[in-house]
């Protein structure tokens, strides 16, 4: 029997109930083989989601802002597979659910044969999502998910922004939510949703039609996502990523959330983005670019150093991130380019740069591949990748 459960924020249980009352009086009604679909962007924070309530239903310790992804994306289908038990038997509130996925850099899409398999492949953390999201319903239905990132999985290029924000939008899809909910319950309903299957989620459920930079904070007693006003000069931004290893990630960042408590430098890090938060949003919509990339980039270094502080530690910043980068703010001095770089929870490096100088970052990834090859204390197995 699963033991997790979450604790949902009241407005949220209110909505779960109005679908129940829904279902019970025949108009919402699922049957086998219903689909729901979606597609969701990734985003990448340049203010970063780190460290968790641990008492409460993922507050996040401090306010977090990301740019949004267009390009990677996760493409998501639900299907209703059915009941789980004949007619006239108890229910047994233990959904099976079957989850294949697959990117095009393992070209892999999981499939095991048999049931029980499939309920001991599928992550602990989307079973509890599944059961709870789908609770007006989950006494007798299962369902089928098919999920396509177009960029490698879980290496820290916020795949579980995308893929759980897609997930969300497809259930709502299948629940056909858009009729029986107000936009903006609907839009309540998806950010609360999400945040609960990854944090980082939430920033990628905006229903608004340019969500370029979402903010994930607290609106009134809500913690929920907002559109943050910006200069049209934004729409210059380019972002790509300088991937060093597609593996998937050692290290799962809910696991990285709890310990960041263990660091002497947590609450330093969460009142310095809690002082500057304010000013950042405003630098945004005034297009002061020199401010927006260096908090970016300071506020990287922090959470990293957070990272390594804590217990036990994690470190995504080795030698040849740290190389990567160091050689970055030089070409950037020498160049006189406008980029700046952030780092996730992956030794992937992200840069943010203006699309003006796009042939600067190309040659730049040039340059430093070279110089990594041929560097001596770089044991490289693979060039480095660049995902736009
Ligand atoms: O959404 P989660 O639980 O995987 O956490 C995301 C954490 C970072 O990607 C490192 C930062 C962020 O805000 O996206």
Redo the contacts with the bound molecule.
Sequence with gaps: MNTVSFQIPEKLLALQNKLNTLRNEGKLLLQNGDTGNASAPSNI?LI???GKSRTEFQIPDNP?L?FTLNNFRSTTQVTVLGRFFPEGETPKYIPQYEFYLSDPETNNTVQPDEKMELQRNIPEKLNVFLKNILSPFAADISVKIESYNNFPTACGM?S??SGMAALTLAIANLLNLEKHFSKTELQYWLAQWARMG????IRSVSLAKNSQFVSWEMVGTESTIKNIPTHKKWNQLRHCVFALNSKPKEIK??DG?MAAHTSPLHLIRVNNVKENFLTFKKALKNFNFEFVSSFTENDAFN?HAVMQTSIPPATYLNHKVSFVISEFIEFRKKEKIKAFWTL??GPNIHFLYLSAHRKKMMKFHKEVSTKLKLSSFVNLTHDIKIYE
Excluded: E, L, N, V
């Design positions: 924070a970063k989601y780190w977090s990301s916020a579980s922004a990854s944090g980082s989620a960042s809910s959330h959470m996730d929870a």
